[in-house]
């Protein structure tokens, strides 16, 4: 059963960068041919598409957070991270990591449990 | 950017009733590429229905959805306890992938 994970500093201050790291079990990132995303959530509010990362590096951000998003991806490790730069108050929400289904840039049907990140001084 | 319009924001229901929720879609979402959550407090989202109207493993029947275009309904048959949460619609059919609002199923 493929599981993702979440993990990361819990607190960021203002005009830091947020750093996680989504870890895979049950698959190979390298060897499935899926791509794999960051969604994010504010507590009470909806989904919002981050970006998306195919295991071979090539990536995809939502242009309304592209210039301050970068996603790689460490096969070796079965990882793929995100990083946010200048961060304020409103980067405050849980962030998800999942994977697109059906080897393509489709839904998600695996998702982490998500977690919360708080940008405060 | 597709923006996708979530109705009611609330639905207030007995179990044992049907539920219809409804997603429009700011411009017609090709090849039916439009998905449906569902999302409990605490958890992250479930997929429920990929394709408009294909329902994901394990989802039970009572659960259905259909449209096309810019007109989506995520209908629930007859509501079990458990149904009680949010829903989300979600289109995949253009970057950026986005989500409705979501609606929110309550008991009545």
């Known amino acids: 059963q493929l599981q993702l994970h979440e993990s990361g500093p819990g607190l960021v201050k203002p005009s830091e960068t947020l750093s996680l790291t989504?870890?895979?079990?049950?698959?190979?990132?390298?060897?499935s041919n899926y791509y794999w995303a960051w969604i994010r959530q504010p507590p009470g509010k909806g989904l919002e598409w981050i970006g998306t990362i195919f295991y071979t590096g090539t990536t995809y951000y939502n242009p309304s957070l592209k210039s301050r998003v970068t996603i790689s991806v460490d096969t070796s490790k079965n990882q793929f991270s995100l990083k946010l730069s200048s961060v304020t108050a409103a980067d405050t929400t849980i962030y998800?990591?999942?994977?697109?289904?059906?080897?393509?840039?489709y839904y998600f049907d695996y998702w982490g449990?998500?977690?919360?990140?708080?940008v405060s001084s | 950017e597709i923006v996708l319009t979530q109705s009611p924001g609330t639905l207030s229901l007995s179990p044992g009733e049907r539920a219809t929720l409804s997603c429009w879609a700011s411009q017609s979402?090709?090849?039916?590429?439009?998905?449906?959550?569902?999302?409990?407090?605490?958890?992250?989202p479930r997929?429920?229905?990929?394709?408009?109207?294909n329902r994901a493993t394990d989802i039970p029947d009572r659960f259905s959805g259909s449209g096309s275009g810019t007109d989506f309904t995520?209908?629930?048959?007859?509501?079990?306890?458990?149904?009680?949460?949010?829903?989300y619609?979600?289109?995949?059919?253009?970057?950026?992938?986005?989500?409705?609002?979501?609606?929110?199923?309550?008991?009545?």
């Open chain 1, 22 to 31: 989504c870890t895979v079990s049950g698959g190979s990132i390298n060897r």
């Open chain 1, 96 to 105: 998800y990591c999942a994977r697109h289904a059906g080897h393509g840039w």
């Open chain 1, 113 to 118: 449990q998500g977690t919360l990140v708080t």
């Open chain 2, 29 to 44: 979402v090709s090849n039916n590429y439009l998905a449906w959550y569902q999302q409990k407090p605490g958890q992250a």
């Open chain 2, 47 to 53: 997929l429920l229905i990929y394709g408009a109207s």
């Open chain 2, 74 to 87: 995520l209908t629930i048959g007859r509501l079990e306890p458990e149904d009680f949460a949010l829903y």
């Open chain 2, 89 to 108: 619609c979600h289109q995949y059919d253009t970057s950026p992938q986005t989500f409705g609002q979501g609606t929110k199923v309550e008991i009545k």
